[in-house]
């Protein structure tokens, strides 16, 4: 997961294309950052 206040910088298009990331951009929504850290923990319960 990244969160980042430069959604449009050359870092971030060269992470995105390494693979599958969340983003999320500040300013920072509770119910956004919420949704995705609970994505994030049903996908790592999958190799259980």
């Given at each position: 997961m990244i969160i980042t206040?430069?959604?449009d910088s050359e870092i971030?298009?060269?992470i995105l294309a390494s693979g599958p990331v969340t983003?999320?951009?500040k300013p920072i929504?509770?119910?956004k950052?919420?949704?995705a850290?609970?994505?994030l923990?049903?996908?790592g319960t999958e190799a259980l």
């Open positions: 206040g430069y959604p971030l298009t060269k983003v999320i951009q929504e509770y119910e950052l919420n949704r850290v609970k994505i923990g049903h996908k």
